[in-house]
């Protein structure tokens, strides 16, 4: 999957105790939870989404400590 | 593993929590003031709840940065470093005691086998804790969880008591074990008393008291600073003293019947 604001692929950020995160646009965490909910994988969104410079808005889906960051890079790249 | 490498190991992971709880102070701090910044900047930011996708009211975030920053922050870190001073100290007389079961009673004589004496130091523990146990070191293990617990509600003054009353360290110093009172009795105020500062805090906090009854704990930054110093200070100090005398034969308990040449000093 394509991140809007970059243009490039989405990445799985990784952080050795809070686990993996993922950073998307309003209209992209429409598109990858159905995708994350098929693959039974868990996560929370934060409650709200912020826009600076008036740019689109952006949220964070967390995976927690558990979440498998290979993995869930994989089904984004394997989604195109 | 020996005694001196176990204090050591205790003595990092304290150090590593004061670290990371500094790191977080320092940056949860720069983030508010970046956003501070943006504000200032006249930069536009929106939120909007993604439940209902309605805009959120910002216009006091800017306003809330300054408390958020040196009252919120500054206190749920001080507090944090209470409880780094509590595990290190603590955690310091387990181990202790599990090397050296025989100082769980000060009036034991290890020479001999007999106490010292009539009097006797007493533990009370459930028969019914016991009764399933084959063999002593699940005893003495339940005996030295029980004292540290019981300890954990006592002042810090007497923790260092109780150390040095078993083996003699020679720090924290006066000075240093002061300002470690009045922190315990800062974060107590804070805890239990809405922060204002009561009869309680100053009694327990002694020469080394900030405030004046009714007044408010304020924990400033340079305050907090200071303190992550003198922790990191007390706990190398400590750790290395004691993981000295861990390491040779088992050091002479220092006299404890009312004639401690050294002992912290009472607030």
């Known amino acids: 999957m394509i991140d809007e604001m970059t243009k490039e ?42 826009s600076l410079d008036n740019g689109p808005y952006t949220t964070v889906i967390n995976f927690g ?5 290979a993995r869930i890079q994989a089904i984004l790249d394997e989604a195109g | 593993m020996p005694l001196a490498d176990e204090i050591r190991g205790l003595a990092d992971r304290i150090v590593a929590r004061l670290d990371d709880a500094r790191e977080f102070y320092v940056h949860t701090r720069q983030a508010w003031r970046l956003v501070q910044q943006l504000a200032y900047k006249g930069r536009p930011i929106g939120i909007i709840d993604l439940a209902t996708r309605r805009p959120l009211p910002i216009g006091d975030l800017d306003s809330r940065v300054e408390r958020y920053v040196t009252v919120r922050l500054a206190e749920s870190t001080f507090r944090e ?28 004589d290890p020479a001999t086998g007999q106490r010292r004496g009539r009097k006797q130091e007493e533990v009370q523990i459930p028969l019914s804790r016991l009764l399933h146990l084959r063999d002593c070191a699940p005893i003495l293990d339940g005996l030295i969880e029980r004292t540290v617990r019981d300890l954990s509600y006592e002042r810090p003054e007497k923790w260092f008591r109780y150390i040095e009353n078993r083996v003699r360290l020679g720090c924290p110093d006066r ?42 704990v304020r924990i400033d930054e340079p305050y907090l600073m200071g303190w992550f110093a003198l922790l990191r200070g007390v706990v190398e100090a400590m750790a290395v003293a004691a993981a000295g005398m861990a390491s040779g034969p088992k050091p002479a308990r220092p006299s404890h019947r009312g004639k401690s040449q050294r002992r912290p000093p009472t607030p």
């Open chain 1, 9 to 50: 692929s989405l990445r799985v950020e990784n952080d050795d105790i809070a686990g993996p995160s993922l950073m998307v646009t309003l209209t992209q965490l429409d598109a990858v939870r159905p995708l994350l909910d098929r693959h039974e994988v868990f996560y929370w969104v934060d409650a709200d989404a912020i």
């Open chain 1, 65 to 69: 400590k558990g979440g498998d960051a």
């Open chain 2, 81 to 108: 470093l209470s409880t780094l001073l509590e595990d290190w100290i603590l955690g310091l007389i387990r181990l202790w005691l599990t090397a050296y079961p025989e100082d769980l009673d000060l009036n034991f």
């Open chain 2, 175 to 216: 000075s240093e074990a002061a300002r470690l009172y009045e922190m315990k009795a800062a974060r107590d105020c804070l805890e239990h008393n809405r922060g204002v500062i009561n009869r309680d805090y100053l009694e327990r906090a002694g020469t080394a008291a900030r405030f004046a009854e009714g007044a408010r």
